[in-house]
């Protein structure tokens, strides 16, 4: 039985809930995951960039930090998400589109790091953004990977 719990302990930006279940939903069956267990947490920059500091040594807030809970090859893909709604405000207003969007693109981001892709190389890197535009597309939303 798949599952998909959403918290949201912060007031800064609405989250559409149904949105976030339908791509968590679009891009598990895309990777061809059956079986999952997913949290998404939409929280303040102070709460993601201690948390960022705390696993990831990094001293600033982050847009989203994916944190494996299953075992490598494990049936059931297990994973949370940490969204960083103020960085999604913020890159949003820059980029001139809506932070509901960005929010999207940050839950894309994070699910195909939970499925085994990586953007530290060049040709990885390539490869995720490409999936990203897949799923934006299928979602019917603008591309906005960069």
């Known amino acids: 039985m798949s599952r998909i719990s959403i918290a949201s302990p912060q007031e800064i930006v609405p989250i559409d ?4 279940r339908e791509a968590v939903r679009a891009v598990l069956a895309g990777e061809e995951v059956a ?12 709460t993601i960039h201690r948390l960022n500091q ?8 982050t847009d989203v930090l994916s944190f494996p ?3 490598a ?3 059931r893909l297990a994973g949370e998400l940490v969204l960083g709604v103020e960085i999604a405000v913020e890159q949003a ?7 509901q969007v960005e929010l999207l693109l940050y839950v894309i981001h994070g699910l195909l790091h939970l499925c085994g892709y990586d953007d530290h190389e060049d040709a990885d ?22």
């Open 17 to 20: 809930r149904g949105r976030m």
């Open 35 to 46: 079986d999952y267990e997913i949290s998404l947490a939409f929280v303040d920059n102070p």
């Open 54 to 61: 705390r696993y990831l040594q990094h001293d600033e807030p």
């Open 69 to 71: 809970l299953s075992e």
């Open 73 to 75: 090859n494990a049936s």
């Open 93 to 99: 207003a820059h980029r001139g589109h809506d932070v």
């Open 125 to 146: 890197r390539i490869a995720m953004r490409e999936r990203e535009r897949h799923y934006l597309g299928q979602l019917g939303l603008p591309d906005i990977a960069e």
